[in-house]
């Protein structure tokens, strides 16, 4: 059964073709990984498929009685609402249910014996509506996928207002699942959870019956959870059946494929062209030679296959600090009151570090105190007097400049030509340089970050979540620029399989945490 049918859809932003003649077909149960490089447009083929965009041709056809949950990131929460509040709201038609049925018990006070019949059968009807949905068990259930994806920790409490993106997401995620769709669609939904939240969200969507669409780069994630791949290239989606790695053999297989077959014409080719010019100009073979030609003329020419353009991603280094890059001294780090126990530790020349842990117990917050950027409550914290460090904050700033704007502003003695050869060697083309940074993918963005972090001359490297939105090319770009590095590395990060052969050591966050995990 199909659920969703794209036809033939068109849509191009500006001069840029964003998709063409595409279609894409969700029958029911599939588990659709929709995947492709940053900036291909996968988040604009879901904007049009929830009807947030329109297409400039074609047809999107959603089967009838169908409900489907989005996780849009940009989605905005009510100032002064509590998280509780906000994930209740997955339930609102129960909860009106109950009002309603509430209204009829007051009226039971002051009526005639035929409305109180009337009554009584509506109550009772709106009654069993409600246990058979588990209505009287809702708090039981929003504590249990709150507590899944981390929210427990801040508490449901919380107001909303106060959260920060990362905080922000797992609320609309948590109200998503909560609320049940016949059909999820999630962008990136890992970028902002831990490992043992990552876990939790994957063995749900393993379990999920119904179909869902998930645009994710978390590359064992996806293999842990989609049965179908759609890839995204050059304005076109095409279909794989199976999971990512399934995905990668056929590609492979398909551009070999067609190499040998673009190799094979381009050789025919060749010799028809020699023929021809050899051949026209006699009598005897003129006719041989413009048979040739008509044969030439009508030929489909076949393309080479189209390589991935991998990031060139190099940081510049400059002069060794001297051997204790870092070193805490008991040092307590928080806001208004303690995240840490006491700090006693020291990061020398050379190391490269992953602090790990679950969300929410102030790895973020270490950073920024080792930085300077926030005092600490207690203790102190000492960097070395030669260092010089690139940061890599997980929070973006909501810049109004365009990407090239970004670096020059940043390093206006580089000429436009050097400005643009830095981009373009992050990864990006002569389009994503001229647009502005509110327009960017997550990825795109992430790329000009930290193309500013490379142009910089550094002996430390100090990375918050650096793969969040980055695709999979970018991330193993990223990977080898680090092991290059000869510098110390101080990098927080949820992916094992991006850090654990890159570190040489390992800061546990959930030891000298003081909030319940």
């Avoid at 965009?53 to 047809?59: F, Q, R, S």
């Avoid at 009002?99 to 005639?112: I, K, L, P, S, V």
């Avoid at 991603?313 to 870092?326: H, R």
């Avoid at 960097?383 to 990407?403: P, V």
Wanted: glycine fraction near 6%.
């Amino acid at each position: 059964m199909s659920i969703l049918k794209v036809t033939d859809v068109s849509f191009s932003f500006g001069n840029r073709v964003i998709l063409e003649n595409a279609s894409f077909v969700l029958q029911k149960g599939e588990h659709i990984g929709l995947i492709g490089l940053n900036g291909e447009g996968k988040t604009t083929f879901i904007k049009m498929i929830t009807g947030s965009l329109t297409p400039d041709e074609g047809k999107i056809e959603w089967c009838k009685r169908i409900t489907t949950g989005y996780l849009d990131q940009y989605t905005t929460l009510t100032k002064g609402k509590t998280i509780r509040e906000v994930l209740r709201e997955a339930f609102q038609h129960m909860y009106d249910l109950e009002a309603e049925m509430n209204q009829m018990y007051e009226r039971m006070g002051d009526c005639t014996p035929e409305e109180m019949e009337e009554l009584l059968e509506e109550t009772g009807e709106i009654q069993s509506e409600l246990e058979s949905s588990g209505f009287y068990s809702l708090e039981a259930k929003i504590e249990e996928v709150a507590f899944g994806l981390g929210l427990k920790d801040l508490g449901l409490d919380h107001d909303v207002s106060a959260l920060s993106g990362g905080q922000r997401s797992k609320v609309l995620l948590t109200k998503l699942l909560l609320a049940q769709p016949m059909i999820l669609i999630l962008d990136e939904p890992t970028n902002f959870l831990d490992e043992a939240q990552i876990t939790w969200l994957k063995q749900y969507l393993e379990n999920y019956e119904n179909a869902f669409i998930l645009v994710s780069h978390d590359v064992p994630f996806l293999n842990s959870v989609v049965n179908v791949i759609y890839h995204m290239e050059d304005g076109t989606l095409t279909r794989y059946t199976g999971n990512y790695d399934g995905f990668m053999a056929m590609y492979e297989l398909k551009k070999r494929q067609q190499n040998i077959a673009y190799e094979k014409q381009q050789k025919e080719i060749k010799d028809l062209k020699e023929f021809i010019a050899k051949n026209k100009a006699r009598v005897a073979t003129t006719d041989l030679a413009k048979s040739r030609q008509r044969r030439l003329d009508k030929m489909e020419i076949i393309d080479k296959a189209k390589e991935q353009v991998k990031p060139n991603f190099k940081f510049k280094e400059c002069g060794a600090s001297g051997k204790f890059v870092i070193t805490a001294n008991d040092l307590v780090i928080g806001y208004h009151e303690p995240l840490s126990a006491k700090l006693n530790f020291t990061i020398e020349r050379g190391q490269k570090v992953v602090i790990k842990g679950a969300n929410g117990i102030g790895k973020t917050t270490l950073l920024k105190t080792l930085l300077g950027l926030l005092p600490p409550l207690s203790g102190e914290c000492k960097l070395d007097y030669n260092i010089h460090y690139g940061y890599f904050a997980q929070e973006e700033s909501n810049s109004k400049n365009t990407a090239h704007e970004e670096i020059w502003q940043e390093y206006p003695a580089m000429t436009n030509a050097e400005v643009r050869g830095a981009l373009a060697a992050c990864g990006l083309n002569k389009d994503k340089i001229e647009s502005l940074m509110m327009v960017l993918s997550g990825g795109e963005a992430a790329k000009v970050r930290l193309c500013k972090i490379m142009l910089k001359e550094c002996n430390t490297l100090i990375l918050d979540e650096p793969t969040n939105h980055l695709d999979v090319l970018a991330k193993e770009a990223l990977k080898e620029a680090l092991k290059a590095f000869k510098g110390t590395i101080v990098l927080v990060c949820h992916e094992p399989e991006f850090y654990e052969d890159l570190v040489t050591d390992t800061i546990d966050a959930e030891k000298w945490t003081t909030k319940l995990i």
